[in-house]
């Protein structure tokens, strides 16, 4: 369950492509929704975060907080 460790504006990769091919994912907002934006096409989807973690499969990318 360590890889499934998610913020704001990580890349993630979902179970199922994207229709558009990509599977890609950018998080965008996070509450009691999450909502993701495909990285191929740029279309946005807001899941509910319980179905969001059923359908993640791995984190791709971390976002780095800027550190100063």
Do not use: Q
Request: hydrophobic share 35%.
């Amino acid at each position: 369950m360590a890889d499934k460790d998610f913020g704001l504006n990580d890349i993630v990769e979902m179970k199922k492509p994207h229709p558009c091919g990509a599977n890609s994912w950018k998080i965008i907002r996070m509450g009691m929704d999450i909502r993701i934006k495909c990285e191929g096409c740029s279309h946005s989807v807001m899941i509910p975060r319980r179905e969001f973690e059923r359908k993640l499969k791995k984190v791709l990318v971390k976002h780095e907080e800027p550190t100063s």
